[in-house]
């Protein structure tokens, strides 16, 4: 089960950090992926980080600006974002998955989502 928080409405240029905690991890949980799905759009990849080495991937739009991190005592992972554009509006979606992909498919359990408003 996996369960997110930490949205809410910010300016541009502002700060947020979100949070997933996961409970109930098995042995094949490899990595926690984030997604987003602004309105009228499809969910697209945000990045990912893998539960044991901690690698991280990013999609082009948010490198340099957004940081994933875990923390594996307690099963948690952050992302933090920075700098943040109206184009960054949309509900964030975590994802515990047994492999590291760029898609939904190679995620297994999704959490619920929270939104994220960045607006003047």
């Known amino acids: 089960q996996l369960q997110a928080s930490g949205g809410g409405s910010v300016q541009p240029g502002g700060s947020l950090r979100l949070s997933c905690a996961a409970s109930?991890?098995?042995?094949?949980?490899?990595?926690m992926g984030w997604f987003r799905q602004a309105p009228g759009k499809e969910r697209e990849f945000v990045g990912v980080i893998t539960w044991r080495g901690g690698v991280t991937y990013y999609a082009d739009s948010v490198k340099g600006r957004f940081t994933i991190s875990r923390d594996k005592a307690k099963n948690t992972a952050y992302l933090q974002m920075n700098s943040l554009k109206p184009e960054d509006t949309a509900v964030y979606y975590c994802?515990?998955?047994?492999?590291?992909?760029?898609?939904?498919?190679?995620?297994?359990?999704w959490g619920h989502g929270t939104l994220v408003t960045v607006s003047s």
């Open positions: 994802a515990d998955g047994s492999r590291v992909g760029y898609e939904d498919e190679a995620y297994d359990y």
């Open positions: 109930g991890r098995t042995s094949s949980s490899y990595a």
